[in-house]
C-alpha cells in the first residue's frame, strides 16, 4: 500500500514521445498549445535513448500484434510535429526498432506532404528503420493551416507503404471533406458554413488550448459545478502517457503537468511525492481545493462567463499560478502557458 503524500504511477504500457512542442500549425484545439512559437528544443539522440531503455520493458504491443499499431498501444512520436525534424524522427525510431519497442507509430499534420515522391522516401525511409505505421491528424482546426491535398497524399502514400497500419484521426472529418469535395484550406467559419453541425459527431477534447479558442462551442458552468471532481485516475493511468522533449512524464492529455522527470522512471513508478507539489497534490484531492488554494495564495478571481470543463478550470488556475511563479515544479513546461491563447 503507498503511503499517504505519495501517488502511486502504475508502469506505462503505451507511450508518446513528444520530440518537440514546436509546430507548423497552431491549432485552435491543441491540448499541448503547440505552435511555430516555441523554441525548437529538439532532444539529443542519446536523451531519446535513455528515455526509451526506460520505457521499452513495460510498453505492451497493439492487440493486432507488435507489427501493427493501433492509438492506445505501443509507442509513438508526436509533438508538435515531429517531421520538421525529420533526421532526429528517423533515429528515433531506429532506436526504438533497437530496443524491440512494439507497435511504433508516428503522427503528422501532413504540413510537408507537398510531393509525391518525398512522401514515398520519407515513409518508405522511416519503415525500413522500423517505423510500423502512421497516423495522419484530419480535422477543420489542422485544415485551417494544412491544404486538404496534403493529407489525402500521406493517406494515399501511408497506404501503399504501411496499409492497414495507416491510422487516420478523425476518420469521421475525412470522409465528411472528401464528399464535401474541399481542397486547399478553409477557415474554422467558412468549414462551418458548408458543415454547421460536424462538431457534433466529432471528438473534442475541452482541454488545453480549445479552452480559450473554442470556448464559443461549449456551454459553460460556474468553477464550482466542478469542485467535487478529482483527477486521480486521470493522472495515474497507464495507457498513452507522454515523455517530452524535457523530460516532462505527462500523464495522458494533461499538457503542461509533470509529475517527474522521466529519467528517473524507476523512482515514479515507486511512488511520486506529493509533499513538495502542492498543484498536484490538490489536483489528487479535488478541483475545489485546487481552487482554494489559487485563491488564498495566488490571488486567482473565478472567470465571470464560466468554465467549459474542469480541465477549464484546471489550466486557467495554473496559468494564473505560473504567471506570478516558477516555484511549482510540477507546472513544466512554463512555455505552454505563454501559447494557450
Ligand atoms: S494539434 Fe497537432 S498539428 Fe495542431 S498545433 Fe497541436 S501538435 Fe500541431
Ligand atoms: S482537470 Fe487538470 S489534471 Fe484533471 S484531467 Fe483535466 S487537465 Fe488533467
Redesign the pocket.
Known sequence: MMPRGMLHLPKPVSAGIILS?K?????K???????PKWRADWPTERSIELILRKLASSIKPSPKGCENVSLNHGLHF????PFLNFQLLLKAVMIADELRIPSIFV?T?C?WCVDDEQVREKFTALKQAGLKGILV?VNP??LE??PFERTQRAIKIGREIFGGNTMIYQETYYHRFKSLRISDTLTLDQYLERDAWALRFSELLPMG?ACYRLKHFFAKYPAKAFFDESCISELTRSWHVHVDNYFNYVAGYCGGISLGDARDLDALTSGVDLQDKPVLNSLVESLGRLYEFAVREFNYREREEGYVSKCHLCVDIRRHIVEQTDEFKELQPRELYFNLE
Open positions: 512542442y509546430c507548423s500549425s497552431t491549432c484545439h491543441c491540448m499541448y498549445a503547440c505552435s508526436t509533438g508538435g510535429e503522427e499534420n504540413f491528424s482546426f489542422i493551416q494544412v488550448r
